[in-house]
């Protein structure tokens, strides 16, 4: 009898749910009948720097288990550092305090990840700012990363950098370059930023990449418009690159990002997961 993989497990990215308490999207997740959930780290969502760090993360990791949710941890809030400027400060950052306190940012989520048994955290690099040399933050992220990778060792934890367009990385060959200085990061792959960039093919990608995988973003997108939209809106293979995750068995999280759809997130979350499921029966 021919092989038959196992089905894919499939989380909804918290971002895409911001409207709602965390708990209660959490609950509409698990009841949809995803495996886990990509947690985006916000103010309003497990806020890594309100009090009681410690003991707000035990019992997050207790209604995940209660759940039954999985969990992939990211890091992608706009405002969360800095109420003035969407995503900064990031690793590439001018000032030294800018660029620690997005490390003690990365630093807490391996924490969450950690405690809570996640798959991975996911994180992207940032965008270079005016009058920043691109060597210079080229040197300012290697160091980034490789203080993010110890942490993430020292804690047992998958640490996933993600390709982001108009991010100082921003490609998969950009992650390949640098992976090699820093071995043990792996690849956040969001398949709709190939669209974005032209640089591949999703599904092609996936089979190429699959030993470096931490983690896989799936969402529709327009060839060449970073726009997340729901499937069926884009020009987004998915049964192909579904496909191509059940070659490589892929066992981990296959997260959908669907981050401006919180007004209708009650119907949005399991909408995309029957979408999903169907285009896999039909493999």
């Not at 990215?13 to 209660?24: E, F, I």
């Not at 209604?63 to 992608?76: A, F, K, N």
């Not at 690099?125 to 290697?142: E, H, I, M, N, T």
Request: net charge negative; glycine share 8%; aromatic share 4%.
């Amino acid at each position: 009898m021919p092989h038959v993989s196992p089905p894919l497990r499939f989380a909804y990215n918290t971002n895409g749910a911001s409207n709602h308490r965390l708990d209660d999207a959490l609950v509409l997740i698990a009841e949809a009948g995803y495996d886990g959930v990509a947690l985006t780290l916000d103010h309003h969502h497990h806020d890594p720097f309100a009090p009681d760090f410690d003991r707000r993360t035990a019992r997050l990791a207790s209604r995940l288990r209660e759940l039954g949710l999985g969990l992939v941890v990211e890091t992608g809030a706009r405002y969360l550092l800095d109420p003035r400027q969407k995503h900064e400060p990031t690793l590439i950052s001018p000032g030294a305090a800018g660029r620690a306190r997005r490390l003690d940012f990365l630093t807490r989520a391996l924490d969450v990840c950690a405690a809570c048994d996640g798959e991975t955290v996911s994180f992207w690099a940032g965008v270079p700012q005016p009058g920043v040399a691109v060597a210079q933050a080229r040197d300012w992220l290697l160091e980034g990363l490789q203080k993010v990778e110890a942490a993430a060792r020292q804690r047992g934890v998958v640490a996933s950098v993600e390709p982001e367009p108009g991010m100082l990385l921003e490609t998969v060959d950009d992650f390949l370059r640098l992976q090699a200085a820093v071995p043990g990061l792996r690849l956040a792959l969001d398949t709709g930023h190939l669209l974005v960039t032209g640089e591949r093919e999703p599904a092609a990608a996936v089979r190429e990449l699959a030993p470096l995988l931490g983690t896989v973003a799936l969402e529709d997108m327009r060839r060449g418009i970073h726009e997340h939209l729901p499937f069926g809106e884009g020009d987004m293979p998915v049964p192909a690159v579904l496909a191509a995750l059940r070659e490589i068995r892929f066992r981990g999280l296959v997260c959908v990002e669907l981050s401006r759809e919180s007004p209708r997130a009650h119907q949005m979350i399991p909408q995309a997961l029957a979408y999903l499921r169907q285009a896999e029966m039909l493999l």
